[in-house]
Structures are given as C-alpha cells and as structure tokens.
DNA sequence: TATAACGTTTAGTACAAACTAAACGTAGTA
DNA sequence: TACTACGTTTAGTTTGTACTAAACGTTATA
C-alpha cells in the first residue's frame, strides 16, 4: 500500500476515533470498525491487531460488541480456526440494531423509573398539609408531563425500527437529495 | 414535606441521574436538572446543593452546562446577588437545543474528518500498482458511501431544527395517541 | 503426544473526567 | 472599612473504564 493511501487510512481512523469516543463507545472501537470497514478483505483478529495498535485481548472484546451492534460480521471457514471479518455497510440498519440494542433499552428503563416515582406519589391520599399536598399536584402533572415525552420517544423508536428497508429507502429518497454541503 | 413526596423525588433524582450518565453527561447534571425541574419555586444555588449532595463547585460548573443547553433558565433579581433557576419544561425545545449545541457540531465534524480522509484518496492521481489502484477505488466508494450517510443525518437534523413548535405539535399528535405502553 | 496457532479471560495499569475542598474575586451591608 | 454572602476558579483526589500483558483453554497439526 502506497503512502497516500495509507495516510487516508490512518486519517479515517482517527474520525472513527473520535466519533465512537463521542457517542460514548471505547475508542478502540471506532478503530477497530475503520480498519474493518476500509479492508478491501475480511480481516483476521491478527491482521486486525496490527493495522489498529491495540493488543490482541482488546480487538478480541471489542470486536465482538460491534458485532453484537450488528456493524461487522463474522466469517468462518472450514478447516480454519480464523475468524474472518467484514464490515456492515448498511448505516441504517446499522442504527436500526443499535437503537434496539442499546437506546431501546435505556429508554425503557427511563419510562420505569419516572412511573415508580409517580407511583410513589399517586400512593398516598390527600396529604394532610395542604402545601404538601399542592406539592403532590405539582409532582404529579411534572412527572406525567415527562412520562408522555418518553413514551412518544419510545413510539418514535418503535416506529423507526419496524421501518423495514424499502421505507428506509423513502427516507434516504427525502433527505439524501438536498446536499446543502458538498465540498 | 412529608415522606412519601420526599421519597417520590429521590426516585425520580436517581432516574435523572441514570438518563444523564447513560447519555453521556456528568451525573450530578442529571440529579441537579431532576431537583430543578420537581422544585414548586426557583432554586439557589445553595438550595440545590442542599437537595442533591454535591459541592457548590460542582453545582456552578454543571447549572452552567445545563443553562447552556437550554435545559434551566437563570433568573436575576435586581438588589439580589442570588440567581435563581427554574427548569425549562418543554422537552421538544431541549432536544433542538442539544442537537444544536452538542450532536451538530459532532456530525459536522464527522463529515470533515470524512471529506479530509477522501480528499487524500483522490490527491493520487492513478497508481502506478494495480493493486493499490483498485484499494484506492475501495477507499473511494467506501467513504463517498460513508460520507452521503453522514450528510444525510445532517439534513435530518437541520430539517429537525428548522421544524417550529407549530409542527413539533404535529410530530406529538403522531406519535403521541398511540400509547402502547400504559401502566 | 507434543507443539503451534487460534480466540478468550484475567489481573494489573493507566488515564480521563467528575467531583471535593478551599481559596478567590466581587458586590452588597453594617 | 471591615464583614458577610454570593458565584467562580483551581488544585488535588477519586473513580470508573478501557486498555496491556500474560496466562489460559482448545483445536488442528506434526
């Protein structure tokens, strides 16, 4: 490989970097998936290693929550103990696993929690104090106020994810054309 | 207040606390957001410091973030050296706030580092190696796909910014009836 | 059966980021 | 003018997490 083309390489691992630090996954991971996602042949753990400087454990963990994420696939081959990777280059259905794996979740959690505080508030009868009581109410209209934007989030999601991929195509069909920023 | 109510807002401060770590954010920006945003009156900063334990340091440096997002809202009063803050309750405005402070800038960064990768690529005029001229075409296919996607995503959330509250009342009418998930 | 070539697991380390405690600057107040 | 009551800044500490290095288990191969 040429310098030019390799310094592209490089370069674009550093954006993969940087962005999956930015989102909050292990930087690593950016790497790992650049490197994948630029080889013009699946990669081996090995080749993987020494094209990101990253030690074998790490490229091993790291390789297998991306994909989990659904963004590389594995590869076997008969006769031959390698793990072969190639990268998912479907970003929609990249983000599509995402959001069920790991946003979806979060959400849920996030509705649970405001509902067991509303429960907390909704158990008790009319207080005694008629402050606290008044506090109640405005508990009560705060807490649902937040519950109903998480649950129009969760619509949101759900819908995004029984998209399948002839509708997510009219959503590339309406945005994809207005290139405001070409270079 | 009395022991129900206090219990209901510590649940929900733990919530709050879990959404901001999950997205990212410093936890004591989450409880501090949680203790705002269930307050009957505007608070000081020595009465957030009161209600979540953290430091006045901390509390000054996260109010501050969390007013740059447009999240709380500091009110002054003349002949008083005291600020007080109350929460901003309108989620759909926080949401175009923080894409525009925090995911915007990232996504345009994304497509820079993008851009910049490529423009190596096509720097080199044809290889002189077969080998790395058919790589170069990868790299070029490959991060033109990688590129559109990005711009996509920004088109996505400049049209979310440009959308007024008018029609984000359109975007809860959709997504808001179907309540599928009540308890 | 020993050896080599894999991926995985684990114990220890390094680092970034959020927090604490305290000093600080400033503006009202006696 | 000193004193108090604020919010901010800073130096130091803590903590979580991603990483390294190395041991490990397993499977193919000589």
Redesign the pocket.
């Known amino acids: 490989m040429n310098q030019e083309l390799q310094q592209a390489q490089q370069t674009f691992i550093q954006g993969m970097i940087r962005i999956s ?1 930015f989102w ?6 950016g ?1 790992i998936y650049g490197a994948i996602y630029l080889a013009p042949a699946p990669l ?3 080749e993987i290693v020494q094209q990101v ?12 929550t991306l994909e989990r994420l659904g963004m590389v696939h594995k590869q076997l081959q008969l ?5 072969y990777y190639i990268p998912e280059t479907d970003f929609w259905k990249i983000i599509r696993t995402v959001l069920r794996e790991r946003e979806k979740q979060e959400f849920d959690v996030a509705l649970r929690t405001v509902d067991e505080s509303l429960a907390i508030v909704n158990s008790q009868g009319a207080a005694a104090d008629p402050e606290d009581a008044a506090l109640a109410r405005l508990y009560q209209e705060r807490m649902e106020k937040m519950k109903s934007f998480f649950n129009m989030l969760d619509n949101i999601v759900a819908t995004l994810l029984a998209l399948d991929e002839l509708r997510l195509n009219t959503v590339q069909r309406l945005f994809g054309k207005t290139t405001n920023k070409e270079s």
Chains 1, 2 share one sequence.
Do not use: E, I, Q
Request: charged residues 30%; proline residues 4%; positive net charge.
């Open positions: 630090h909050g996954f292990p930087k690593a991971m790497a081996t753990l090995d400087s990253v030690t074998k454990g790490a490229v091993s963990t790291n390789v297998r006769g031959d103990r390698k793990d």
